[in-house]
Every structure is written in C-alpha cells, then in structure tokens.
C-alpha cells in the first residue's frame, strides 16, 4: 500500500485487548465529508467503556479505529462541501461509536456537519478537549433546559461534562453552585460557581444553606446513581433536573412533589443514527465563540501520549488518575 493511500492507526481487534498499532487503508472523502488530517485526539471514559465491550449504547463493530473527540486540518473536502475548504482548522465529535471511524488515526473522512472551525486562541489540544462534553452540557442546558439569566443552576460534579456545564451556565447569566470533594472546591470557584463538597453535607443540608430551602431551579447530573437521586431532592418547586446518565432504577416522587421536570441527554444519537448532526456541528460553533470571547477554558491533562502510547492513557484514566482531559497527539 502506497504511502498517499495508507495510515497509521490504532485499532482494537477484540474488546478488552490491547489496541494494535498498524498501517491501514486511507479514507477517501465521500459526498458530504472532509478528509481531515487528525492532530489531536481526546480520551473520554465512554472510550474505555466500548474499549471493554461494556457500552452497548455505543454500537461499534470489531475490529475499530476509537476515538470520539479530534481536532486537526482539512486536507480535501468531498463533493458538496462548501462550509470548509484545505486549511482549514477544525474540530468536533466525530466518530468512535456507531461503525464510524473514530480519531485514532492520522485522517478521517468526517461528515462535514459535525465539524466547526477551531477556536483560534486554543490549541489542538484543547480544541480536541472539548466537544462531546461541550456538546453534553450544552444539550442540556440549553436545548432541554432553555437556561436564561438569573436561574439557579446546581452542577453535580464538577469533572468533564461538569466544568463545561459550569461555564455554559456562567455564560448565560445563570447563578451556578457545584458538587464536588473538597479538593475541587478551588477549581469550581475559579470557574464562577459556589463549590460544596458533597461528601460533608447532605441534599438538605445545601439546599437550606444556598437556597434557604427553596432549591434550586436548575439541576445537571453528571455522574447518575446516587447523585440522580439527589437532584431530584435538591430541586426547586416547578424545577428542572436533566442528565447524561439517567440509567438505573430511581424513585421520581421527589420530583413529582415539586411539580418538577426530568429531561435526559443522548449526546451520541447523531452519529449512531444520522439525526442532528448538523445541530452539533451548530454547538461547536457556538463552543467556538465562547473560547474566543473567554468564557470557556478545557482543563487539559499536561501529559502527552502518541498512537503508540494511547493505552497508557487509558489506564491513567481508568485508574482516576487523569488531572484534566487526556489528549493523545496524532500528527506532528
């Protein structure tokens, strides 16, 4: 295979295995799609899940390229293709579940619609750092929230979703507090929001101390179980309480009571079914803007893996050793 038609990738043969670096057949760009040349891949814990095979939500058939986040440069477009031309900087969720190739690999041929134009004050890095839990949050609190200036918002957890969720909220005039241990507590207040440590006080507890007892009109669950529970208790009367990890089995009277509301998030239905792809590419836009105006910051892991080395990230982050968003650097 010659060198213009071949890459490097890493693939994954079998769930639960190593991933097998290897030289694979280059993307040619259909109708519709850019051929993207991948700088910078981001590691999410859904990766680890389908890596092991425990992610029946994220169909991916075996063998498979990985990868869900990517940021890099258009090096052809497919016909059709009109929004980015070669050059061009860009980033978005892009692949990884779903039988679509995913970031793992030094290109990928990508659907235009779920691409937007890097910020241009961050780096590859950081723009690979930010859109599925960008898109997570943004999901919702704006699409199923319709979050305005003045709400309440309680954050549970304070992690990848969690700090996107933050600043999204702070964006938008709303009054933000965060769940989270107290070694957290600094980054949550550099973020703008109101830090509590979970782990010291219980859903009643903060509710009378930052509400006196109202609650709090908007609340994002990050980490599901016992923490869904919990917003259902912490919400206002007529409140919202929406999540991206409402599996399990939950008693919803506590909501009822309030009168309140329950919405949940699919971040990964445009790429398993096609539906809405152009909305998330909308998202990277607007995660975009917010970079360049300085509302949104990634925290990023300063550690550096390559195609060879992504397993080693994998283990960091299975072991909840990740400081911040591993990014495994493709090209260059």
């Known amino acids: 295979m010659s060198a213009h038609l071949s890459m490097h990738a890493a693939v994954l043969e079998n769930h639960g295995e190593a991933f097998r670096l290897a030289i694979v057949a280059r993307p040619v760009p259909q109708a519709g799609q850019v051929l993207v040349k991948i700088m910078a891949s981001a590691v999410n814990p859904l990766d680890l899940k389908i890596r092991s095979g425990d992610a029946a939500h994220a169909r991916h058939p075996l063998?498979?390229?990985?990868?869900?986040?990517?940021?890099g440069i258009v090096e052809s477009v497919g016909p059709g293709v009109t929004a980015f031309r070669t050059g061009d900087e860009v980033y978005g969720m892009t692949g990884g579940v779903g039988g679509v190739q995913g970031s793992l690999a030094e290109y990928a041929a990508v659907d235009a619609a779920l691409l937007a134009h890097k910020p241009s004050n961050f780096s590859m890095r950081e723009a690979a750092a930010v859109p599925l839990a960008f898109i997570t949050a943004w999901e919702g609190l704006v699409d199923r929230v319709h979050l305005h200036a003045g709400q309440t918002v309680l954050v549970q957890g304070a992690?990848?979703?969690?700090?996107?969720?933050?600043?999204?909220?702070?964006?938008?005039g709303a009054t933000v507090f965060a769940t989270?241990?107290?070694?957290?507590?600094?980054?949550?207040?550099?973020?703008?929001?109101?830090?509590?440590?979970?782990?010291?006080?219980?859903v009643e507890e903060y509710v009378a101390e930052h509400t006196a007892g109202r609650g709090f009109e908007v609340v994002y669950d990050t980490a599901g179980g016992a923490s869904l529970d919990a917003s259902f208790?912490?919400?206002?009367?007529?409140?919202?309480?929406?999540?991206?990890?409402?599996?399990?089995?939950?008693?919803?009277?506590p909501l009822s009571f309030r009168a309140g509301t329950y919405s949940g998030?699919?971040?990964?239905?445009?790429?398993?079914t096609g539906e809405g792809r152009a909305h998330h590419g909308e998202i990277m836009r607007h995660a975009a803007e917010m970079a360049e105006s300085g509302q949104l910051i990634p925290q990023v892991d300063d550690r550096h893996f390559d195609l060879?080395?992504?397993?080693?990230?994998?283990?960091?982050?299975g072991q909840r050793e990740a400081r911040g968003k591993l990014v495994v650097d493709i090209n260059g």
Do not use: C, N
Not at 63 to 71: E, H, K, R, S, Y
Not at 159 to 172: E, K, P, S, Y
Not at 308 to 317: D, F, Y
């Open 159 to 172: 992690g990848g979703v969690g700090h996107m969720a933050i600043q999204i909220a702070r964006a938008l």
């Open 180 to 202: 989270d241990s107290a070694a957290k507590a600094p980054f949550i207040a550099r973020l703008g929001a109101t830090p509590i440590d979970y782990r010291t006080a219980t």
């Open 265 to 272: 998030v699919f971040t990964l239905l445009p790429l398993l």
């Open 63 to 71: 063998p498979a390229i990985l990868g869900i986040d990517m940021a």
């Open 233 to 253: 208790k912490a919400a206002a009367r007529f409140g919202h309480v929406v999540s991206a990890l409402g599996w399990g089995t939950h008693a919803l009277a």
């Open 308 to 317: 060879a080395s992504v397993g080693e990230a994998h283990l960091l982050l």
